[in-house]
Nanobody, 119 residues
């Protein structure tokens, strides 16, 4: 297992930006596909974005494409989620998750960080 810790959440106004970080320990992180997910109150957890091991493949949910950017710094064992033009509907607890590139399910999850966007 690779412990994951999210940070960077907070309370912002619509149109503002935030950058979330997902820090991991251990060299195995460099073999991990990392994803960001979010869960709003009363809703199921939903996919936000993923990034491949070498950053060559990026995927985004339609709801965030063009506003959010996922990136990683393997030297720092950290994945980022830059969130621009935030909307109230982006309000949720954001989680990062990791899995080995050869696995289909995510093995490790962080504790989550709250993002609240006021209108």
């Amino acid at each position: 297992q690779v412990p994951l810790v999210e940070s960077g959440g907070g309370l912002v106004q619509a149109g503002d930006s935030l950058r979330l970080s997902c820090a991991a320990s251990g060299r195995t992180f460099n073999n991990y596909v990392v994803g960001w997910f979010r869960q709003a109150p009363g809703k199921e957890r939903e996919f936000v974005a993923t990034i491949s091991v070498n950053s060559g493949s990026l995927n985004y949910a339609d709801s965030v494409r063009g506003r959010f950017t996922i990136s990683r710094d393997n030297a720092k064992s950290t994945v980022y989620l830059q969130m621009n033009s935030l909307k109230p509907e982006d309000t949720a607890v954001y989680y990062c998750a990791g899995r080995y590139f050869f696995r289909s399910s995510y093995d490790d999850w962080g504790q989550g960080t709250q993002v609240t966007v006021s209108s």
